[in-house]
């Protein structure tokens, strides 16, 4: 693996960690939002990541692009919605409740949703510090051709 593919395969890492956190942010954000364009309650969203080494979709094509020194990265392959149904709440006086009084709101977990916000941090924060330990690898190899 040469340099420049360290560099790439830890900026492919922040980057995926970064729309995660940005999701994180979003559920937490609509937590309470009971009404949206697409009608209902806000649904929770979360990334699927892969590791994909480009052009390389079998174990077999994965190890010879090892052994090539082929450049694997991370990406977000898709933005799913949370399957779970909605929180129903009696709540009458809520512009949003039906004629029952009931209210459906999102089922986000505020401590889940900041359980996940760490888990994204310190996954980036580990992305931020590879790639530090490889620039300063790159620094050492120059002072050595001195």
């Not at 693996?1 to 994180?24: E, P």
């Not at 020194?69 to 709440?89: L, N």
């Not at 401590?111 to 620094?139: C, D, F, G, H, P």
């Amino acid at each position: 693996m040469s340099f420049f593919d360290a560099l790439h395969t830890s900026a492919s890492g922040l980057n995926a960690q970064r729309m995660r956190m940005n999701l994180i942010s979003s559920n937490l954000a609509n937590a309470n939002t009971t009404r949206t364009a697409q009608g209902g309650p806000y649904k929770r969203k979360d990334a699927v990541f892969a590791a994909n080494p480009q052009g390389a979709p079998t174990f077999g094509d994965a190890l010879a692009g090892q052994m090539t020194a082929q450049r694997v990265e991370v990406q977000v392959t898709a933005i799913r919605e949370d399957p779970r149904p909605p929180i129903e709440k009696y709540d009458p006086g809520h512009p949003d409740a039906d004629e029952e009084g009931m209210v459906l709101l999102p089922n986000i977990n505020v401590v889940e949703e900041m359980v996940n916000m760490i888990s994204a941090s310190r996954s980036y924060e580990a992305n931020v510090t590879a790639l530090q330990a490889s620039k300063e690898m790159a620094a050492s190899a120059l002072e050595i051709g001195r």
